[in-house]
């Protein structure tokens, strides 16, 4: 019954910054893992950033150094700080959490997460130049 919203997503140019934000709605947060994942139309949904319980952190390729996850102290939000960003960000982004430890948290596998998680509804990123 855990219920996730998105909110941060709009529309931006190139080089801006965007904060997303995830919260719980009717339960807290699993305490494993909690990712970030985007989607554009005829692609996977891929893994964009992940945390663990221990609070290690992966983060896909195109967004290192410019992208960083992060939680609230009470696990009840997670964030995605969204620096520089490219036109090659725009997507669908969505959260998710889940409690399985039969999940590997940073295989940022969206199946894992349907099978074993929960997302959120998805928030629209557009970065324009």
């Known amino acids: 019954q855990v219920q996730l919203v998105e909110s941060g997503g709009g529309s931006v140019q190139a080089g801006e910054s965007l904060r997303l934000s995830c919260t719980s709605s009717?339960?807290?947060?699993?305490?494993?893992?909690a990712a970030w994942f985007r989607q554009v139309p005829g692609k996977e949904r891929e893994g964009v950033a992940s945390?663990?319980?221990?609070?290690?952190?992966r983060y896909a390729d195109p967004v290192k150094g410019r992208f960083s996850i992060s939680e609230d102290s009470g696990r009840t939000t997670l964030y995605l700080q969204m620096n520089n960003l490219k036109p090659e960000d725009t997507a669908m982004y969505y959260c998710?959490?889940?409690?399985?430890?039969?999940?590997?948290?940073?295989?940022?596998?969206?199946?894992?997460?349907?099978?074993?998680?929960?997302w959120g509804q998805g928030t629209q990123v557009t970065v324009s130049s």
């Open positions: 998710a959490t889940l409690g399985s430890r039969l999940y590997d948290c940073h295989s940022h596998s969206s199946s894992g997460i349907d099978d074993l998680g929960y």
């Open positions: 009717g339960h807290t947060w699993t305490g494993y893992c």
């Open positions: 945390i663990d319980n221990n609070g290690g952190t």
